[in-house]
């Protein structure tokens, strides 16, 4: 696994143009924000005119219009743009417009939208019922697929969401330790929990909100918070915290402060911190979970953790979420043991179902190395379009999953990350949405290709970024 921890720290390429070109025109106008809403492509004219209806009426009714706020496109500017239908790679908007998808529903899509195979058996376990509130066969079938495919995880426990998975993951390293201590690096997110929300990334760095109001200072009192890649500040907070530390939480590889991977050494580094402390290691891999590998981030780089998180590909697509670990731990969690947790919809049939069937598909010879070329092929070609074209940039990926900055970098952590050229990054990020592209709109996330994007598809979408690139 050493060789292919490299191979991902060699895939942040960046691209250094001798004399970036300053852009023209005003930036973050009123005129700009409006090309997005009527735009002449060819013979057809860009129009989002029902995209703009709905969301209005949306904003009467929901917070800012939205039920996550990343949605809203306040980083980028423009209309959010309402879908209608998915399939494959492709999305469709209500106003008829089509757009090759590198969001995949945030990550879940990892086989493509609204498989077939995944939907026939959807529609035969629907014929039964939707929840039942009580065991169903479906849950020990998928359980034995990810307590065989993930290194850490001995015992695992559904749960209905990312964010619910890490709740139930905190309370259990604290019961399981005795300690209430824990840490956590600036930029990571791990769901909206209020011990998390400190420096938290995701919507709170897109929005660029301070620490969330209404999270007591009791709650966010026993977390500690390090720069990500920093081995030595996390060193230092456990000489300080010597025997009080309960767990350190990571995404092994950072997607909520944009795509940041691990150095060599790093996870290493923490692995060894926390064994010296009596320190759980959890990794937080509702990202990374059978995206960079079948085993997750941890069979990649050939770390174990000892509690892990996930949700996303295990649902297919449907809600979902999980924490395992090793049998010790876990035997902690109610009715086993002490730790309470429950959830009236965990472990429904319809999200095991697409979760079994998703990964099927994904323990097929050649997923990971599909997944690695294309995403590979998608980054070098918008990083040349961004060298030819003048602007300062740097990215990279890993399998599955990818990300680039509008600067020089190297970037190591949320500090780096945040010298992006966020109004370029908005620009551009418009810009694509006419050309038929839909990224995740935020500077501050990743981006996620599937077994359904075609090489068709990434030579168009490097061609619409270098077109976009020498526009803006």
Same mark, same amino acid.
């Given at each position: 696994?050493?060789?292919? /921890?490299?191979?991902? &720290?060699?895939?942040?390429?960046?691209?250094?143009?001798?004399? %970036?070109?300053?852009?023209?025109?005003?930036?973050?106008?009123?005129?700009?924000?409006?090309?997005?809403?009527?735009?002449?492509?060819?013979?057809?004219?860009?129009? &989002?005119?029902?995209?703009?209806?709905?969301?209005?009426?949306?904003?009467?009714?929901?917070?800012?219009?939205?039920?996550?706020?990343?949605?809203?496109?306040?980083?980028?500017?423009?209309?959010?743009?309402?879908?209608?239908?998915?399939?494959?790679?492709?999305?469709?908007?209500?106003?008829?417009?089509?757009?090759?998808?590198?969001?995949?529903?945030?990550?879940?899509?990892?086989?493509?939208?609204?498989?077939?195979?995944?939907?026939?058996?959807?529609?035969?376990?629907?014929?039964?019922?939707?929840?039942?509130?009580?065991?169903?066969?479906?849950?020990?079938?998928?359980?034995?697929?990810?307590?065989?495919?993930?290194?850490?995880?001995?015992?695992?426990?559904?749960?209905?969401?990312?964010?619910?998975?890490?709740?139930?993951?905190?309370?259990?390293?604290?019961?399981?330790?005795?300690?209430?201590?824990?840490?956590?690096?600036?930029?990571?997110?791990?769901?909206?929990?209020?011990?998390?929300? &400190?420096?938290?990334?995701?919507?709170?760095?897109?929005?660029?909100? %301070?620490?969330?109001?209404?999270?007591?200072?009791?709650?966010?009192?026993?977390?500690?918070?390090?720069?990500?890649?920093?081995?030595? /500040?996390?060193?230092?907070?456990?000489?300080?915290? @010597?025997?009080?530390?309960?767990?350190?939480?990571?995404?092994?590889?950072?997607?909520?402060?944009?795509?940041?991977?691990?150095?060599?050494?790093?996870?290493?580094?923490?692995?060894?911190?926390?064994?010296?402390?009596?320190?759980?290691?959890?990794?937080?891999?509702?990202?990374?979970?059978?995206?960079?590998?079948?085993?997750?981030?941890?069979?990649?780089?050939?770390?174990?953790? !000892?509690?892990?998180?996930?949700?996303?590909?295990?649902?297919?697509?449907?809600?979902?979420?999980?924490?395992?670990?090793?049998?010790?731990?876990?035997?902690?969690? /109610?009715? /086993?043991? %002490?730790?309470?947790?429950?959830?009236?919809?965990?472990?429904?049939?319809?999200?095991?179902?697409?979760?079994?069937?998703?990964? @099927?598909?994904?323990?097929?010879?050649?997923?990971? !190395?599909?997944?690695?070329?294309?995403?590979?092929?998608?980054?070098?070609?918008?990083? !040349?379009?961004?060298?030819?074209?003048?602007?300062?940039?740097?990215?990279?990926?890993?399998?599955?999953?990818?990300?680039?900055?509008?600067?020089?970098?190297?970037?190591?952590?949320?500090?780096?990350?945040?010298?992006? !050229?966020?109004? @370029?990054?908005?620009?551009?990020?418009?810009?694509?949405?006419?050309?038929?592209?839909?990224?995740?709109?935020?500077?501050?996330?990743?981006?996620?290709?599937?077994?359904?994007?075609?090489?068709?598809?990434?030579?168009?979408?490097?061609?619409?970024?270098?077109?976009?690139?020498?526009?803006?």
């Amino acid at each position: 696994m050493a060789g292919a /921890a490299a191979a991902a &720290v060699a895939s942040g390429i960046s691209a250094r143009p001798v004399a %970036p070109r300053r852009p023209s025109g005003p930036r973050g106008s009123r005129s700009v924000v409006r090309a997005a809403i009527s735009v002449e492509k060819g013979e057809k004219a860009y129009t &989002v005119h029902k995209s703009e209806e709905i969301f209005n009426a949306a904003k009467e009714l929901m917070p800012g219009g939205v039920n996550s706020p990343v949605r809203a496109f306040k980083s980028v500017g423009g209309q959010p743009i309402v879908f209608d239908s998915v399939k494959g790679s492709r999305m469709w908007d209500v106003d008829g417009n089509e757009y090759i998808d590198y969001v995949g529903s945030w990550g879940p899509a990892i086989i493509g939208h609204a498989d077939d195979k995944v939907n026939a058996a959807l529609i035969e376990t629907l014929k039964k019922g939707t929840s039942f509130g009580a065991p169903c066969a479906l849950e020990n079938v998928l359980a034995e697929m990810v307590i065989s495919a993930v290194p850490s995880i001995e015992m695992v426990r559904f749960v209905n969401s990312g964010t619910e998975a890490c709740m139930g993951a905190l309370r259990l390293v604290r019961a399981f330790t005795g300690r209430e201590k824990i840490v956590k690096f600036e930029g990571c997110y791990h769901g909206h929990a209020d011990s998390f929300l &400190v420096k938290a990334g995701s919507g709170v760095a897109t929005l660029g909100l %301070p620490d969330s109001p209404g999270v007591p200072k009791g709650a966010t009192y026993e977390t500690l918070t390090a720069p990500y890649n920093d081995v030595e /500040a996390v060193k230092k907070l456990f000489e300080d915290n @010597k025997e009080e530390i309960a767990a350190i939480f990571l995404e092994p590889v950072v997607g909520n402060a944009g795509f940041i991977p691990p150095q060599p050494g790093f996870l290493n580094a923490l692995r060894d911190l926390t064994k010296q402390d009596g320190t759980l290691l959890v990794f937080d891999e509702v990202m990374t979970g059978f995206r960079l590998a079948y085993g997750g981030a941890q069979e990649y780089f050939g770390i174990t953790p !000892d509690v892990t998180t996930l949700g996303k590909i295990i649902g297919g697509g449907l809600p979902v979420g999980a924490y395992g670990g090793r049998r010790d731990i876990m035997e902690m969690v /109610a009715p /086993a043991g %002490p730790m309470y947790q429950a959830g009236t919809l965990s472990g429904n049939p319809l999200a095991m179902t697409a979760g079994i069937h998703t990964l @099927k598909r994904l323990m097929e010879p050649g997923t990971y !190395d599909y997944l690695d070329k294309i995403t590979g092929d998608l980054v070098r070609g918008i990083l !040349d379009a961004g060298a030819k074209t003048g602007h300062e940039m740097c990215g990279g990926h890993i399998r599955g999953m990818f990300g680039f900055f509008f600067t020089g970098g190297p970037v190591h952590n949320f500090a780096d990350a945040k010298k992006s !050229d966020t109004d @370029k990054f908005g620009r551009f990020y418009r810009g694509m949405l006419e050309e038929g592209v839909y990224l995740a709109p935020s500077q501050f996330e990743a981006g996620f290709t599937s077994l359904a994007h075609s090489s068709q598809d990434i030579e168009k979408t490097v061609e619409a970024a270098e077109k976009v690139l020498r526009r803006i």
